[in-house]
């Protein structure tokens, strides 16, 4: 059985129609040991009972890092396979998977059908995961500092610059803020995570929507002030290191730091704190109507959900030049939306349901070889 923690999936048994983020520049590489050779006799093919480890190479988003590290590691142990995934954000992975130059990318600003077919691509998501602002500010812990949408707006866009300003003290009147400037820190790379930031700013305040909108790079307007890193690993570096910043970052980047989140209001009215529970309730969707699975989760006004949560999703070739490649590639996800659950779950990812991960699955049909023939039997 599947943990109650994971997503409920609505109707996605219909048919189906369905035509993706440390002060550290360099990319930061999620793999395995190289694994050791096998060699089978020249005059013989590997038989029924022989495992053939695959060896696959992606990149992309940050944003999953942390779970794709776990999962690539836990895969290696269990089939000898080894996968390598480099941190690069999700601008990179998208470029790098057209060019060919991986077996498959990963970003968590998903493409859209139309971006997807005139690429011949095919996207399917992952796990669903949160970002999360975060602070340095001497004597305030984890989830301590509450902040509503239009204020988080409100600070990058560089109206609100002191700790102790009115609207932050309005929804915190429990704490003492200091009269200190506020540093933001931001991604300096095209990020997923900075699309469904911005995203989710671009919901709740109409200042920036009317000024800066949401993309995966942006201008930012305290960059004059501000910092920026590359990588969810660079923003935690920064905001870790500079005394009064707020950052954001994919909650397992918070908690491995021990850094200290904020509590967000959303759009039911409610206070939540990052957790599996809260990004759950927001992807609690029916996955069967978003068409190539282009669903962005910011700002659900369901009751308990976290309001920048986000789904992170893997891109392959549909018609792909080494189709054996990406047969492996599907073998690596199919094992892990089978054993990686737990794994997930203890980084604060939420896994689907048998039901979505059913639905995602029947996409790779539509990934064939130049014989027309499905890459990989399921």
């Not at 790098?96 to 077919?117: M, R």
């Not at 669903?295 to 308990?304: I, K």
Request: some cysteine; overall charge negative.
């Amino acid at each position: 059985m599947k943990t109650n923690l994971k997503l409920i999936s609505l109707s996605v048994v219909a048919a189906i129609a369905l035509s993706a983020c440390g002060n550290n520049n360099t990319a930061q590489q999620a793999t395995t040991e190289p694994a050791p050779a096998t060699a089978a006799p020249a005059d013989s093919a590997p038989t029924a009972t022989e495992q053939v480890a695959i060896n696959i190479t992606g990149a992309g988003a940050s944003f999953p890092q942390p779970i794709y590290a776990k999962w690539s590691a836990d895969f290696r142990a269990a089939t000898n396979g080894q996968v390598n995934y480099q941190s690069i954000g999700s601008s990179g992975g998208i470029k790098q998977i057209i060019a060919k130059t991986v077996d498959f990318g990963a970003s968590d600003a998903p493409l859209t059908v139309e971006e997807l077919t005139a690429e011949n691509l095919v996207q399917f998501p992952t796990v669903i995961g949160g970002v999360v602002p975060v602070v340095n500010i001497d004597g305030i812990e984890p989830g301590a500092l509450k902040l509503d949408g239009e204020t988080l707006a409100n600070i990058y866009l560089g109206k609100i610059t002191k700790w102790n300003d009115a609207a932050i003290t309005a929804l915190n009147p429990e704490l003492t803020l200091p009269d200190a400037d506020i540093t933001t820190v931001f991604r300096s790379d095209g990020s997923g995570t900075t699309f469904n930031f911005t995203d989710y700013l671009n919901k709740v305040s109409t200042d920036w929507a009317s000024s800066v909108g949401v993309d995966k790079a942006i201008k930012w307007p305290t960059a004059a002030s501000g910092a920026a890193g590359k990588g969810n690993e660079g923003v935690a570096s920064y905001v870790g290191r500079i005394k009064n910043s707020i950052g954001y970052v994919e909650y397992a980047y918070a908690k491995q730091n021990g850094m200290a989140h904020v509590a967000l209001k959303n759009a039911a009215g409610e206070f939540v704190q990052p957790s599996a529970d809260s990004f759950a309730a927001a992807g609690d969707i029916d996955w069967s109507q978003a068409p190539g699975f282009n669903q962005v989760l910011t700002n659900s006004a369901t009751a308990g959900a976290w309001p920048i949560a986000a789904a992170t999703f893997i891109i392959v070739h549909k018609n792909p030049e080494n189709p054996e490649q990406v047969a492996g590639v599907l073998k690596f996800f199919d094992w892990a939306y089978t054993n990686g659950d737990q794994s997930a779950l203890d980084l604060d990812y939420v896994p689907f349901s048998d039901q979505a991960v059913s639905l995602f699955k029947a996409s790779w049909n539509e990934i064939k070889d130049a014989n027309g023939n499905a890459v990989y039997a399921q």
